[in-house]
T-cell receptor
Framework: GENVEQHPSTLSVQEGDSAVIKCTYSDSASNYFPWYKQELGKRPQLIIDIRSNVGEKKDQRIAVTLNKTAKHFSLHITETQPEDSAVYFCAACIISGTYKYIFGTGTRLKVLA | EPEVTQTPSHQVTQMGQEVILRCVPISNHLYFYWYRQILGQKVEFLVSFYNNEISEKSEIFDDQFSVERPDGSNFTLKIRSTKLEDSAMYFC???????????FGSGTRLTVV
């Protein structure tokens, strides 16, 4: 069935360093890949997304890359700050039909001051 | 910024009781969803709803679950006879067309005792 693998499950970085989170999806029909940040007890918040017709997208300190052939996509956060500490989820979606999101298992990012 | 509103924020119920979780999607959105997140785990798709009918449901969404859009503004999730394992955070989401404007609500934490 549809599945999204996410690694690592936890990631600690020093403030100012970069963080990379990787996801692999199983359904080759997936063509939309959002990334969400979730703080404790709160709703997931969209931070960046990418569609399958694009290989890379950047928004200030955040970037996402997509390798359709390998069915991999990654989140890159540069110049990390303590407020970046949260759980990050990747997701995959097929833009047709029901638009359900299949989420990864999450990465707990800790940025150490 | 428009929001998806969920009530209540926290509900405690006895095992075997029926619960109704309520959501008010963004007013011009056409697609509606329910997701579940068991504590410390990933967000899981339950059901999608469009044009007054279910468009897709997951294996989790068994006969104990139902959804309804009773009045054109509310979108409800009913669990007929709650089990301990139904304890989770339930997120409602809505989108305008496809993934455009896909927004999650703040969630209802359901505790079954």
């Amino acid at each position: 069935g549809e599945n999204v693998e996410q690694h690592p499950s936890t990631l600690s970085v020093q403030e100012g360093d970069s963080a990379v989170i990787k996801c692999t999806y199983s359904d080759s029909a997936s063509n939309y890949f959002p990334w969400y940040k979730q703080e404790l007890g709160k709703r997931p918040q969209l931070i960046i997304d990418i569609r399958s017709n694009v290989g890379e997208k950047k928004d200030q300190r955040i970037a996402v890359t997509l390798n359709k052939t390998a069915k991999h996509f990654s989140l890159h956060i540069t110049e990390t700050q303590p407020e970046d500490s949260a759980v990050y989820f990747c997701a995959a979606c097929i833009i047709s039909g029901t638009y359900k999101y299949i989420f990864g298992t999450g990465t707990r990012l800790k940025v150490l001051a | 910024e428009p929001e998806v509103t969920q009530t209540p924020s926290h509900q405690v119920t006895q095992m075997g009781q029926e619960v109704i979780l309520r959501c008010v999607p963004i007013s011009n959105h056409l697609y509606f969803y329910w997701y579940r997140q068991i504590l410390g785990q990933k967000v899981e798709f339950l059901v999608s709803f469009y044009n007054n009918e279910i468009s897709e449901k997951s294996e989790i969404f068994d006969d104990q679950f139902s959804v309804e859009r009773p009045d054109g503004s509310n979108f409800t999730l009913k669990i007929r006879s709650t089990k301990l394992e139904d304890s989770a955070m339930y997120f409602c989401a809505s989108s305008m067309v496809g993934v455009d404007g896909y927004t999650f609500g703040s969630g209802t934490r359901l505790t079954v005792v």
